[in-house]
């Protein structure tokens, strides 16, 4: 099965920095990786899907990019209300897995 | 447009039976695939498998011996169960929609979730 590796666990930085997360998968799977967004105590929000469309009502400071076995996650500008642990999934077939999380907090 | 409402046991002892149940509203059965996602305490999301209307099945490798879900159309519901369930399944329970295009493969990412459900296992 598909590994979902992603880098870093945990980030720090400063309201109106601009912030990457990357997701990696063992094998190709195109673009059909989405990323997910999940406040402290929250259900998981969708972000992206097909590895780059935003979901209808995301803020445009989140992007992201990527195909095959290698993506990012992009927050132009990080803002308060974006503190949260953010995931990648594969859904290019069954098993639909997560990757780890890298949880972004404000310095 | 589509809500998903779950519900279910919170607490149950070693070798017991967890078994959840979700409930879809707004929106049809068809065109999707209804899935099962845990996550224990302080660690990250688990996928657990999912069901579409036809009553296909897809499950991790990790739990495939121990998990069934299972449809009702008719309640326009679909349910989990966890068998033998000990510590280290407990966790919060999600369930969320994941659609699918017509020749049946998964798109869009999963759009919409339940409000999760805490199961915890103790003696």
Do not use: H
Not at chain 2, 50 to 59: E, H, L, P
């Amino acid at each position: 099965d598909i590994q979902m590796t992603q880098s870093p666990a945990s980030l720090s930085a400063s309201v109106g920095d601009r912030v990457t997360i990357t997701c990696r998968a063992s094998q190709g799977i195109s673009d059909y990786l989405a990323w997910y967004q999940q406040e402290p105590g929250k259900v998981p929000k969708l972000l992206i899907y097909e590895a780059s469309t935003l979901q209808s009502g995301v803020p445009s400071r989140f992007s992201g990019s990527g195909s095959g076995t290698d993506f990012t996650l992009t927050i132009s500008s990080l803002q308060p209300e974006d503190v949260a642990t953010y995931y990648c999934q594969k859904y290019n077939s069954a098993p639909l897995t997560f990757g780890g999380g890298t949880k972004v907090e404000i310095k | 447009q589509v809500q998903l409402q779950q519900w279910g046991a919170g607490l149950l002892k070693p070798s017991e039976t967890l078994s959840l149940t979700c409930g879809v509203s707004g929106g049809s059965f068809s065109g999707s695939y209804w899935s099962w996602i845990r996550q224990p305490p302080g660690k990250g999301l688990e996928w657990i498998g999912d069901i579409n209307q036809s009553g296909t099945t897809n499950y991790s490798p990790s739990l495939k011996s121990r998990v069934t879900i299972s449809r009702d159309m008719s309640k326009n519901q679909f349910s989990l169960k966890l068998t033998s369930v000990t510590a280290a399944d407990t966790a919060v329970y999600f369930c969320a929609r994941i659609r699918v295009t017509i020749f049946g493969g998964y798109y869009y990412g999963m759009d919409v979730w339940g409000q999760g459900t805490t199961v915890t296992v103790s003696s």
